[in-house]
């Protein structure tokens, strides 16, 4: 478990699937992912999750719960994992409906990059967002990620092709921010 102030982070688990597919089917939270829409059924989840927890060789999963109530309110992951060019791809987080705009974004992303910086060897965390998601435009910027470029139409979501913005934070840099 890493804790936090207002939350903690675990390994996902199995049971994990009915809440994490109620997330992904939610079309409000779904809008502003950065991938494409896909309706996904409990069945697909659970082995989607099931996955997750056995083959870590280049991806961790957290689940995100809350300290005092033990609620699963999110999850987050690394992926990519590439101890080569000593990087790995914030694939992000989600958190649920109700939780959002409460700061736990910003408290799980601290916890989820410190984490990466103290147990692997990495340089540099990466990361996409949609141009049009302020909120983690807003998120990166707090973190100290730089924006690197855009990717121009790069998603086809909601009826038109979307701009994607990548972003990363260097080792040395979020020794300097957190």
């Known amino acids: 478990m890493i804790k936090g102030e207002r939350i903690f982070l675990r390994a996902l688990e199995i049971s994990d699937y009915l809440l994490i597919n ?7 939270l779904n809008y502003y992912l950065g991938g ?6 409990s069945e697909r989840e659970k082995k989607s999750i099931e ?40 694939e992000g987080t989600l958190i649920g409906e109700k939780f959002l705009g ?9 916890l989820m990059l ?13 990361a996409y967002c949609l141009e049009t998601h302020p909120a983690t435009i807003k998120l990166f910027n707090s973190l100290g990620f ?6 121009r139409e790069e998603v086809y979501k909601n009826g038109e092709f979307k701009n994607v913005l990548l972003f990363s934070i260097l080792r040395r840099e979020i020794n300097d921010k957190f």
């Open 114 to 126: 410190n984490f990466l910086f103290d147990q692997y060897p990495v340089n540099k965390c990466y």
């Open 36 to 41: 494409n829409i896909f309706l996904v059924s």
């Open 51 to 90: 996955n997750k927890i056995f083959d870590d060789s280049k991806n961790i999963y957290f689940a995100i719960c809350d300290n005092e109530s033990n609620e699963l309110i999110g999850y987050s992951s690394i992926n990519d994992i590439d101890l080569r060019n000593l990087k790995a791809l914030w």
């Open 22 to 28: 109620e997330w992904r089917n939610n079309p409000k």
């Open 146 to 151: 730089k924006k690197d470029g855009v990717l």
């Open 102 to 110: 409460k700061g736990y974004g910003l408290e799980s992303a601290k």
